[in-house]
């Protein structure tokens, strides 16, 4: 049985790894020659935990294989996994030109029969489309018969959530193509659910979604606590305790990010519209979400005016902890905004840091530590809940900052914490501390 997966990103290499992982010979492809050259040295392009043990394991044991020859996997793959990028178009649809130059490829080089896996995210129909596209391609006389398999693994934890996931969705309008691609995951012993291609399509979308429109819900509420004096971690706790509502995706935040949810959301909404239907919920998920993004920003205009020459540390910049991926992250819109006033920024993040770097180059200071980030700070924005800044000692920005101004996008520290380390903190959906004392001592 050979497996081959195209695209080795966050999504194609994890596959392949686990795939290798289970025992099956797989080849992953990807048209970056430069990240092949590393892959086959063993060497991870990506950050996410447990990855690169699991792929020098399955390298040194012979069943994971790096290429950037089509022709070659072509000749010998019975299962073709596609798992390159579907980034944003500039009207909010799927961008769908990586998918076809990959089934282009394929079907100018296929030469046997094979099964030909769609794990990107693509909108309702285009699985039919590609099986099309690959009729009018395919000059040899091969069967192809083209499945939906959409992927629902995390970023930080893409290893763990293909070993337990909690279901695998297998779209096919031929039923025993799909129950062979089932096989395929026995190995994990997981759940299986079955459809025809449209539905498995759909289930992708309206998963991402619903989950989207948690966070935008839960950080609503978090702004209401705002102006009633609740406090959104306990009235969080409350609703999730309620098993039909769940306690995950109860967070409040400064909003979702990321590769899949703004994409995705968006994506699901230009789908509707194509389709004549209004979808009222999912518009105001996303306008929710775009303006909670700005929130923390606002709130630190509002409360000391200018920027201009204040000396701000941002802590973290990967879009959620336990990745190096900063698409669609809150921090890269703030920091945009604190360069466009011309704030002195200094940025820290465990993984992400190379990455932030290719976007805005010298504009920024890049701190290896938090002391470094936030020495002589005069405001800290944390925008992403890594351990080392929810686990850092609270007494040590009293230690390196001039007067600790803390804006916490993430909710990080009780208040109770902040206010005995003698912080001005102001978080989400929660009182703020010290602000009042801190405003007086500017008036003074
Ligand atoms: N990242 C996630 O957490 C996640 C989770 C679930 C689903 N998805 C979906 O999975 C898909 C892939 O996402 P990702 O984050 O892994 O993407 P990515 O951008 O990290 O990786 C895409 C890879 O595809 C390669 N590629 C592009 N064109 C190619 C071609 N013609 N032939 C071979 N390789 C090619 C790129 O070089 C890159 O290495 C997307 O549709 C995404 O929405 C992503």
Redesign the pocket.
């Known amino acids: 049985m050979e497996i081959t997966v195209?695209?080795?990103?966050?999504?194609?290499l994890v596959t392949g790894v686990c795939f290798a992982e289970v025992g099956y010979n797989v080849t992953c492809?990807?048209?970056?020659v430069n990240?092949i050259g590393r892959l086959a040295e063993g060497r991870c392009p990506i950050y996410e935990p447990g990855l690169e043990e699991m792929l020098q394991k399955n390298l040194a044991e012979g069943r994971l294989h790096f290429t950037s020859d089509s022709k070659a996997v072509c000749s010998k793959s019975d299962y073709i996994f596609i798992?390159?990028?579907?980034p944003e178009n500039e009207d909010g649809s799927a961008n769908l030109e990586?998918l076809e130059?990959?089934v282009a490829?394929i079907g100018a080089n296929l030469c046997k029969d094979a099964v030909i896996v769609i794990?990107?995210?693509v909108p309702v129909g285009t699985n039919e489309r590609i099986y099309k596209m690959l009729q009018d391609i395919i000059h040899c006389d091969v069967q192809v018969k083209v499945i939906s398999n959409p992927?629902?693994?995390?970023?930080g934890s893409g290893i763990r959530d293909t070993f337990h996931a909690d279901r695998i969705v297998i779209g096919a309008d031929d039923y025993e193509a799909g129950r062979a691609v089932a096989r395929l995951y026995e190995p994990f012993e997981r759940p299986v659910v079955q459809t025809d291609i449209r539905s498995a399509e759909l289930i992708k979308y309206a998963s991402n979604a619903f989950l989207a429109t948690k966070i935008s819900f839960i950080n609503e509420i978090a702004n209401l606590c705002e102006h009633t004096g609740a406090n959104i971690e306990d009235v969080a706790k409350g609703m999730g305790m309620d098993q039909r509502i769940g306690s995950q995706f109860l967070k409040a935040g400064i909003g979702y990010g990321g590769?899949?949810f703004p994409k995705?959301t968006k994506a699901l909404e230009k789908m509707t519209e194509d389709y004549g239907y209004d979808f009222k919920i999912l518009r105001s998920v996303i306008e929710v979400n775009s303006r909670q993004k700005q929130q923390l920003f606002y709130k630190a205009k509002e409360m000391l005016g200018s920027l201009r020459g204040k000396r701000v540390a941002v802590l973290g910049s990967a879009f959620k902890p336990h990745t190096d991926d900063i698409r669609e992250a809150p921090s890269i819109e703030l920091i945009a905004q604190l360069i466009e006033e011309q704030a002195d920024i200094s940025v820290y993040d465990p993984a992400a840091t190379e990455k932030v770097e290719e976007l805005f180059g010298s504009r920024l200071y890049y701190a290896e530590t938090v002391d470094a980030a936030i020495k002589g700070a005069d405001i800290v924005f944390i925008m992403t809940e890594w351990p080392e800044i929810t686990q850092y000692d609270l007494a040590r920005f009293r230690l390196f900052m001039r007067e600790p101004v803390i804006f916490d996008g993430r909710n990080c520290y009780s208040l109770v914490e902040a206010e005995s380390a003698g912080l001005t903190y102001v978080s989400v959906g929660r009182m703020s501390v010290n602000v009042n004392s801190y405003i007086d001592c500017l008036e003074l």
Do not use: M, P, Q
């Not at 195209?6 to 194609?12: D, N, P, R």
């Not at 798992?83 to 579907?86: F, N």
């Open positions: 195209v695209g080795t990103g966050y999504v194609g492809f990807d048209i970056d990240k798992t390159v990028g579907t990586y130059a990959a490829d794990k990107s995210t992927e629902f693994l995390r970023e590769s899949c995705d």
